[in-house]
Nanobody, 116 residues
Framework: QVQLVESGGGLVQAGGSLRLSCAASGTTWRIDHWGWYRQAPGKQREMVAS???????NYADSVKGRFSISRDNAKNTGYLQMNSLTPEDTAIYYCNGQIGSIVSYWGQGTQVTVSS
């Protein structure tokens, strides 16, 4: 059974940084596309960043220039580097991994809290 296990969330002061990781297990197939989403209290889940198999990245306007998505194919792991964090970035962050265009998996979510 494929699992995506997230790590790296926590409490940080405004202006600080965090690096989220999402490791895939239970499969010999490489995750082709990685995505990071977040959901703040009372709000809908939104896409934060994505990276496709060819390396093209996409970011929400609210995080452009501050967040960076990357991948390590050898480890079948996706990353989200978050810099210059603000209280508005406080949310539960979820990773999503797709194998091909058919199968999609979600991580369990990790809490990111930014204090002012």
């Amino acid at each position: 059974q494929v699992q995506l296990v997230e790590s790296g969330g926590g409490l940080v002061q405004a202006g600080g940084s965090l690096r989220l990781s999402c490791a895939a297990s239970g499969t010999t197939w490489r995750i082709d596309h990685w995505g990071w989403y977040r959901q703040a209290p009372g709000k809908q889940r939104e896409m934060v960043a994505s990276i496709v198999s060819g390396g093209t990245t996409n970011y929400a306007d609210s995080v452009k220039g501050r967040f960076s998505i990357s991948r390590d194919n050898a480890k079948n792991t996706g990353y989200l580097q978050m810099n210059s964090l603000t209280p508005e970035d406080t949310a539960i962050y979820y990773c999503n991994g797709q194998i091909g265009s058919i199968v999609s998996y979600w991580g369990q979510g990790t809490q990111v809290t930014v204090s002012s």
